[in-house]
T-cell receptor, first 111, second 111 residues
Framework: EAGVAQSPRYKIIEKRQSVAFWCNPI?????LYWYQQILGQGPKLLIQ????????DSQLPKDRFSAERLKGVDSTLKIQPAKLEDSAVYLC?????????FGEGSWLTVV | DAKTTQPNSMESNEEEPVHLPCNHS???????IHWYRQLPSQGPEYVIH???SNVNNRMASLAIAEDRKSSTLILHRATLRDAAVYYC????????????FGAGTILRVKS
């Protein structure tokens, strides 16, 4: 069974530039999550989708972050404009029932 | 979200059992106890989960206190590949609910 796919794996951008991360969840998984993990901390939920609807985006900085999940399958997370404090790993995850499966993450460095 | 308390770090010798404790005194009746681990440079991976009874799988065992206010993840024979950050998380039984991560326990395994 294929896992959660994410790209790109690594990205370095200058502050105020924009970046987009893509996620393809496990086939058939209706729930998709984006987490942000800053070095040395546990992952923090940014947004949760159920099919193509948003369930929870209470911790998404909406002035600069946006996410969509068109057609209820793959998803894109965008940051515009990026700040230095956005340097982190962005983890995508999907679930069908009780187990959540994570991708390897997209590592973002903002300089 | 109900909170969990874990030690910051633990150390174990290779081939010996490891008991990772977790306190969750504010657990509600519908909260499942989940354990995930995160190896270096990877996304978190599911280890085990339970509600009231002790659980075993090929990776680990989960011992849950009778009052459910604490639990212990047991690795029966630690290997170097078990060195990771272990997260104890309470997850509501509602379908598709999120995982709220704390800081976790850093497990070091000595050869």
């Amino acid at each position: 069974e294929a896992g959660v796919a994410q790209s790109p794996r690594y990205k370095i951008i200058e502050k105020r530039q924009s970046v987009a991360f893509w996620c393809n969840p496990i086939s058939g998984h209706a729930t998709l999550y984006w987490y942000q993990q800053i070095l040395g901390q546990g992952p923090k939920l940014l947004i949760q989708f159920q099919n193509n609807g948003v369930v929870d985006d209470s911790q998404l900085p909406k002035d600069r972050f946006s996410a969509e999940r068109l057609k209820g399958v793959d998803s894109t997370l965008k940051i515009q404009p990026a700040k230095l404090e956005d340097s982190a790993v962005y983890l995508c995850a999907s679930s069908f029932w009780n187990t959540i499966y994570f991708g390897e993450g997209s590592w973002l460095t903002v300089v | 979200d109900a909170k969990t308390t874990q030690p910051n770090s633990m150390e174990s010798n290779e081939e010996e059992p490891v008991h990772l404790p977790c306190n969750h005194s504010t657990i509600s009746g519908t909260d499942y106890i989940h354990w995930y681990r995160q190896l270096p440079s990877q996304g978190p991976e599911y280890v085990i989960h339970g509600l009231t009874s002790n659980v075993n799988n090929r990776m680990a065992s989960l011992a849950i206190a009778e009052d459910r206010k604490s639990s212990t993840l047991i690795l029966h024979r630690a290997t170097l590949r078990d060195a990771a950050v272990y997260y104890c998380i309470l997850r509501d039984a509602e379908y598709g609910n999120k995982l709220v991560f704390g800081a976790g326990t850093i497990l070091r395994v000595k050869s």
